[in-house]
């Protein structure tokens, strides 16, 4: 993956609508981040392999970024986006990477299903 | 403590690193004694955070890394039979309980093992850890009492110590300690920060208590009935 460059990940995110695709969208802290700090609220959400299709795909160039997708009925969106990969599957994966390299974000897309 | 001989050790852990922080030194000083150690490992650690900042990994590339990871990790610590369980990180707990139970029922009538290690429900912290501690328990407590396994779990919850007090059993790994190192340096992706840190520590000259590096701690578990 590397850091977004907007234009080339507006592009993808086109040559994706209009089409089924398959979705991976993973919020996460961790699931440590209560033990290093009882305090902390540990909150995450977590779909994949479902299947949609979106209509408008929009990065927003305000870095980290956030990117959404309109759906006929509803919406997808993610926070924080800050790397990208077209990887050689043909998929889309979008990551958003904290300072110390951990994922805290990622948004997926791909016509074919990822794996389990 | 040394270790007793075993028919056959059977470890049960969700992610590939968790043996060898757990385990990796007795593991190591069971097969030097030619014990026979099966691991058994529930997912790849699909849903590991590290990627790295320049990434060296995708979500979708880690389970084939990690899985290069686990083999060659238990090729430090000599486990020859290896088994990966083919469960996604994270899921285990919303798995159906039966199943989970079952598949350790499986590999205990397979290998017929004389002590499971794996780690002690309610003090293992991530959710995965707590439902293959349970599914271990059940399958054993299910079976006779005469011909349950001894089952030495690992907890690490905060509250531990004050819950349940200090592991009374206590594994002297110094021997073995460069084959634990090895077998955490082998999950890089896992652990090379973790070690990097360590090794500098030990250029700078400091003198390591790390006790994860010394002992292992188990709890055994017992049965009331």
């Given at each position: 993956m590397k850091e977004v460059n907007t234009q080339e990940l507006q592009e993808l995110l086109n040559s994706f609508a209009n089409k089924d695709v398959f979705i991976h969208l993973e919020t996460t802290n961790g699931s440590y981040a209560a033990h290093y700090d009882e305090k902390f609220f540990n909150a995450g959400a977590f779909?994949?392999?479902?299947?949609?299709?979106?209509?408008?795909?929009?990065?927003?160039?305000?870095?980290?970024?956030?990117?959404?997708?309109?759906?006929?009925?509803?919406?997808?969106?993610a926070q924080?986006?800050?790397?990208?990969?077209?990887?050689?599957?043909?998929?889309?994966?979008?990551?958003?990477?904290?300072?110390?390299?951990?994922?805290?974000?990622?948004?997926?897309?791909?016509?074919?299903?990822?794996?389990? | 403590?040394?270790?007793?001989?075993?028919?056959?050790?059977?470890?049960?852990?969700?992610?590939?690193?968790?043996?060898?922080?757990?385990?990796?030194?007795?593991?190591?000083?069971?097969?030097?004694?030619?014990?026979?150690?099966?691991y058994a490992c529930l997912t790849l650690g699909e849903m590991g955070r590290n990627l790295g900042n320049p990434p060296f990994a995708t979500r979708e590339s880690l389970p084939d890394i990690r899985r290069q990871e686990l083999v060659a990790a238990c090729a430090a610590m000599g486990i020859e039979d290896l088994r990966m369980m083919g469960?996604?990180?994270?899921?285990?707990?919303?798995?159906?309980?039966?199943?989970?139970?079952?598949?350790?029922?499986?590999?205990?009538?397979?290998?017929?093992?004389?002590?499971i290690y794996t780690f002690f429900p309610g003090f293992a912290v991530h959710p995965d850890h707590e439902?293959?501690?349970?599914?271990?328990?059940?399958?054993?407590?299910?079976?006779?009492?005469?011909?349950?396994?001894?089952?030495?779990?690992v907890a690490f919850a905060n509250?531990?110590?004050?819950?349940?007090?200090?592991?009374?059993?206590?594994?002297?790994?110094?021997?073995?300690?460069?084959?634990?190192?090895?077998?955490?340096?082998?999950?890089?992706?896992?652990?090379?920060w973790m070690m990097a840190e360590t090794e500098k520590r030990i250029d700078d000259g400091e003198v390591l208590s790390d006790s994860w590096l010394n002992v292992e701690k188990f709890y055994p578990f017992t049965f009331e009935d």
């Amino acid at each position: 993956m590397k850091e977004v460059n907007t234009q080339e990940l507006q592009e993808l995110l086109n040559s994706f609508a209009n089409k089924d695709v398959f979705i991976h969208l993973e919020t996460t802290n961790g699931s440590y981040a209560a033990h290093y700090d009882e305090k902390f609220f540990n909150a995450g959400a977590f779909i994949r392999n479902v299947k949609l299709r979106y209509e408008l795909g929009k990065i927003v160039d305000d870095a980290p970024h956030r990117v959404g997708l309109k759906l006929e009925h509803g919406w997808v969106y993610a926070q924080g986006i800050t790397h990208f990969k077209l990887d050689t599957e043909g998929r889309l994966l979008m990551a958003g990477l904290d300072y110390t390299g951990k994922l805290a974000v990622a948004l997926e897309i791909s016509e074919t299903p990822f794996a389990y | 403590m040394t270790l007793q001989e075993e028919r056959h050790v059977l470890v049960v852990y969700p992610h590939p690193d968790d043996e060898a922080f757990s385990v990796a030194g007795t593991v190591r000083m069971y097969r030097n004694m030619a014990v026979p150690v099966t691991y058994a490992c529930l997912t790849l650690g699909e849903m590991g955070r590290n990627l790295g900042n320049p990434p060296f990994a995708t979500r979708e590339s880690l389970p084939d890394i990690r899985r290069q990871e686990l083999v060659a990790a238990c090729a430090a610590m000599g486990i020859e039979d290896l088994r990966m369980m083919g469960l996604r990180d994270k899921t285990i707990e919303f798995e159906d309980d039966e199943k989970m139970v079952k598949l350790v029922t499986n590999l205990i009538e397979e290998l017929n093992p004389s002590v499971i290690y794996t780690f002690f429900p309610g003090f293992a912290v991530h959710p995965d850890h707590e439902a293959t501690a349970r599914a271990v328990i059940e399958a054993v407590r299910r079976m006779p009492k005469e011909a349950r396994p001894r089952i030495l779990a690992v907890a690490f919850a905060n509250d531990t110590v004050e819950k349940i007090g200090e592991a009374p059993i206590v594994v002297d790994i110094r021997s073995v300690k460069d084959d634990k190192i090895k077998a955490l340096q082998a999950h890089a992706s896992q652990t090379a920060w973790m070690m990097a840190e360590t090794e500098k520590r030990i250029d700078d000259g400091e003198v390591l208590s790390d006790s994860w590096l010394n002992v292992e701690k188990f709890y055994p578990f017992t049965f009331e009935d």
